[in-house]
């Protein structure tokens, strides 16, 4: 079986990761339980070492036999794209593929409650007007998005985006 067919079944199947070892069947993981795919055919030596140089480039291979593992992202236009670690484990190669969303998910995708997407009032936020807080919220921002007379004063100075994501006095 082709990588690209093993990949394909990762995402209907709605895995979150594909494992794969010789002598042993692909596994899936899924809802966080290790799934076997007994109607498939164990994994040989040979075929883990062609799935390996279908999806690798000469510099990677080169790279994994000094290393002995290898990072790397690996795409296929129908299906999508995955972050592979590849690894010797029993004197061979094995694999593990996890599928990389390429789309954020919105709130409501996450499951989060309806809360979250609504302005708080800025009271309940002290220092929310910082870079690094709360930046989930720039798609949803909060207060009035109006900058006091100090922050237009500033705003040339310290090169901050021209509007504030949440107001904090």
Known sequence: MHIND?????????????????????VLRINGELVPQDEMSEMT???????FEEVTTDEQRSSFADELELDFAYQVNVIGRFRVNAY????????ACRPVRTQIPTIEE???????????PKAQWPN??????????????????????RE??????????????CASR
Do not use: F
């Open 128 to 149: 929310c007007g910082h870079r690094a807080n709360r930046m989930w919220q720039i798609d949803y921002p909060c207060c009035d998005n109006k900058l006091s007379e």
């Open 45 to 51: 030596s040979e075929n883990m070492k062609q799935v």
């Open 88 to 95: 010797l484990q029993g004197g061979t190669i094995s694999l």
């Open 6 to 26: 093993l990949l394909r079944m990762t995402i209907t199947k709605g895995a979150s990761d594909l494992h794969l070892k010789a002598g042993e069947v692909p």
């Open 110 to 120: 996450l499951g989060l409650p309806e809360v979250w997407q609504k302005p708080s």
């Open 152 to 165: 237009r004063e500033t705003q040339g100075r310290h090169h901050r985006r021209p509007y504030r994501v």
